[in-house]
């Protein structure tokens, strides 16, 4: 049986995306009430440094009955040149699923390609789908039902800004993205079908939040983005996440950041730790989204 993959959110249909949102609010309200992964393992490899990710699916998989096991890359054949085809083989021998948290898309597509078991996206260079998930657990818990909702999202259009468009739209928001000219989400994204919502680009953040419920940031030097640390910090300069960017969206407009963040650049301190946010839900909600996620991909639950 070809093995159905979580690589870009774009595999799932709109009804799907709503009831894996209704699962994870029913697993974060009974996290032991599923035991989907009694006896089975889940593979989890990193290429890349992690804090949310490797705890919510390492804590995750434990509540779901499984046993995760955890593969730094440089612990892997693959460091010394086996074929991402190899590693897939194998891994499908012996786990239900693999996580992988990569640069290259190409990296992850070919491990796909080659596997028998589920792969899902935990970060690459183009798409954070799991990431975007939580994002709309946050939302579904904090606005209720996602369909006409605008979420701004200001800064560098990178693989957070892509996945927010690609899901969110999926759910029926509007997701409104804010960013300097070279830094831009792409006009051409392609959207999932079934895609109700809609996207739109904004040079002006202030243009973008108006009328949002949420205001969304990310970090303006991520991994892999040090040796040009400074010129980024110029470019997003105008684009930071503060009180006054918070006051022009919709009365109780609150900031989410995927974290982690650095307080004074794209998001104000205040902002980041007083009352008028949600990043520790979006946190904490990556745990259940995924458990849902695992429950779709692997179920059906005992």
């Not at 994870?24 to 009974?30: F, G, I, N, Q, T």
């Not at 809609?198 to 949002?212: F, K, N």
């Not at 794209?266 to 009352?275: C, D, L």
Request: with cysteine; glycine share 8%.
């Amino acid at each position: 049986m070809t093995p159905r993959h979580f690589l870009t959110g774009a595999e799932l249909s709109a009804a799907e995306l709503d009831a894996l949102l209704d699962r994870a609010l029913e697993l974060k309200r009974a996290p032991l009430c599923s035991r989907v992964l009694e006896g089975r393992c889940v593979a989890l490899i990193f290429e890349k440094p992690s804090t949310r990710t490797r705890v919510s699916f390492e804590v995750g998989i434990h509540e779901l009955g499984g046993h995760a096991v955890v593969l730094r890359s440089e612990e892997l054949q693959l460091s010394r040149g086996e074929p991402p085809r190899d590693t897939a083989l194998v891994l499908s021998r012996h786990v239900a699923a693999v996580g992988l948290r990569t640069g290259p898309d190409a990296f992850l597509a070919e491990l796909a390609a080659s596997s028998s078991v589920p792969i899902v996206n935990m970060l690459s260079a183009r798409h954070h789908p799991c990431q975007a998930l939580a994002d709309l657990l946050t939302l579904r818990e904090s606005c209720g039902a996602l369909h006409g909702l605008r979420v701004a999202y200001v800064g560098d259009g990178n693989n957070v800004a892509r996945s927010l468009a690609v899901l969110g739209t999926l759910a029926g928001m509007h997701v409104a993205v804010a960013s300097p000219a070279g830094y831009a989400l792409e006009d051409d994204l392609l959207l999932p079908d079934g895609a109700s919502g809609e996207l739109t680009l904004h040079a002006d953040p202030y243009d973008a939040v108006r009328g949002a419920c949420a205001v969304y940031t990310d970090v303006w030097v991520s991994m892999g983005d040090e040796a040009a640390a400074q010129e980024r910090r110029d470019a997003l300069a105008d684009y930071r996440v503060d009180e006054a960017l918070l006051d022009a969206a919709a009365p109780g407009a609150f900031a989410m950041h995927d974290l982690p963040a650095h307080p004074g650049e794209e998001i104000s301190a205040a902002v980041m730790y007083g009352t008028r946010q949600r990043i520790w839900d979006q946190a904490e909600n990556r745990r259940h989204a995924q458990k849902a996620l695992l429950e779709l991909l692997l179920g059906p639950r005992p």
